[in-house]
């Protein structure tokens, strides 16, 4: 069945360092979104990509696209301890009504 | 703009017991909402799609007489978790999307609620 997986799936980091998280899909995706979700909360969108190759930026998030539209990154550059969470990407089913949430990475920042 | 709400944000019941879920969209008509789990450390795993005056769409393996989902109104969908026994404590979270705007990217963003925490005892 469809897939959705993200690597690494815990990166521990110490502030000032950049990360970036890996989203793989087994099919070609029409669009993906990118949340995060803080210790205790609930997924907040951050981005949605559509085009094939996009790359967004938001602040010092940056947000790629693959080509092929089976894959996507999200990288940090200078981590916060403000970043800390588990950032999960998600795509469309084939229906496209509902999406997919990637296994999620779960970032630490240390001070 | 885009706030969803769900009531209550934390319940501990008995085993056995019916427990009822509710989550609205405070500033916004949603025809669809989401309800997905969420076990401690694991990614969010979608239960059903819950579509306004019409039936539920269920996901392979969640049953629906377990987990029943009413979405009477375009601001409102419930989701009632019968008998709950303690395997069902969860992280439940209810999700929305925009009415009207399918197929924008707007309309395909979904706007979570802040989530209910069940354990069953």
């Known amino acids: 069945g469809q897939q959705v997986m993200q690597i690494p799936q815990y990166q521990h980091v110490q502030e000032g360092e950049d990360f970036t998280t890996y989203c793989n899909s087994s099919t070609t995706l029409s669009n993906i979104q990118w949340y995060k979700q803080r210790p205790g909360g609930h997924p907040v969108f951050l981005i949605q990509l559509v085009k094939s190759g996009e790359v967004k930026k938001q602040k010092r998030l940056t947000f790629q696209f693959g080509e092929a539209k089976k894959n996507s990154s999200l990288h940090i550059t200078a981590t916060q301890t403000t970043d800390v969470g588990t950032y999960f990407c998600a795509g469309p089913m084939r229906t496209g009504n509902q999406f997919y949430f990637g296994t999620g990475t779960s970032l630490t920042v240390i001070p | 703009g885009a706030v969803v709400s769900q009531h209550p944000s934390r319940v501990i019941c008995k085993s056995g017991t019916s427990v009822k879920i509710e989550c609205r969209s405070l500033?916004?008509?949603?025809?669809?909402m989401f309800w997905y789990r969420q076990f401690p450390k694991q990614s969010l795993m979608l239960m059903a799609t819950s579509n306004e005056g019409s039936k539920a769409t269920y996901e392979q393996g969640v049953e629906k007489d377990k987990f029943l989902i009413n979405h009477a109104s375009l601001t409102l969908s419930t989701l009632t978790v019968t008998s709950a026994h303690p395997e069902d404590s969860s992280f439940y979270i209810c999700?929305?999307?925009?009415?009207?705007?399918?197929?924008?990217?707007?309309?395909?963003?979904?706007?979570f609620g802040p989530g209910t925490r069940l354990l069953v005892l």
């Open positions: 999700s929305a999307r925009v009415a009207g705007l399918f197929g924008s990217p707007k309309g395909e963003t979904q706007y």
């Open positions: 500033d916004f008509q949603a025809t669809t």
